[in-house]
């Protein structure tokens, strides 16, 4: 491992370690079989949501069981694509992943904070733990990634010294004085 990364990369890789393989693996479940993939444990937040509060036909609850299962491979997938350019910026000791890193904090908090708010609705407590603690380890992620710069990029605090322009006092705006 490097020893110049920022604890927001690191973060992040540990991050992609998680939601890559349980989201594939809950979207896998929905592929294979969409309304018992859809009333799985980790999606059981927003089966019961869409099943209570709306009155969608069964297509229409496969169609959302789809768009949820498209949603986590899409978030999966910018993880993946984090994890290939940190990759590839430990080999050639260059940065930029944050973009692709960013892109599955901010969709990855949006799902999962909808979960949240489906799980609190239909009163599923078990869902309703597994969403926020997801939902806090990527809103913090996202803090961290704001919070966090790299230090190749900060400018420096020291002025240069200018020896072609001469220093005037505060007061003073003549430079005769």
Not at 41 to 64: C, E, H, K, Q
Not at 127 to 144: C, D, Q, V
Not at 157 to 170: G, Q
């Amino acid at each position: 491992m490097p020893k110049d990364w920022r604890i927001s990369t690191f973060n992040g890789v540990l991050l992609a370690c998680y939601f890559i393989p349980s989201w594939v693996i809950s979207a896998m479940k929905i592929w294979v079989s969409p309304i018992r993939g859809f009333y799985d444990r980790t999606n059981i937040a927003a089966a019961m949501y869409v099943s209570d509060f709306t009155s969608l036909p069964a297509m229409g609850t496969i169609r959302v069981a789809w768009l949820l299962a498209l949603s986590k491979v899409i978030v999966a997938a910018f993880f993946f694509v984090f994890l290939l350019l940190v990759i590839r910026a430990a080999i050639r000791n260059k940065g930029g992943a944050d973009e692709a890193l960013a892109f599955a904090l901010g969709v990855g908090s949006f799902i999962s904070m909808a979960s949240l708010i489906a799980a609190s609705k239909v009163g599923e407590l078990a869902a309703l733990r597994l969403h926020a603690s997801e939902s806090l380890l990527l809103i913090g992620a996202a803090i961290l990634l704001i919070v966090d710069t790299d230090q190749a990029t900060v400018p420096s605090s020291e002025p240069a010294a200018s020896a072609a322009e001469p220093h005037h006092s505060y007061f003073s705006s003549s430079p005769n004085s």
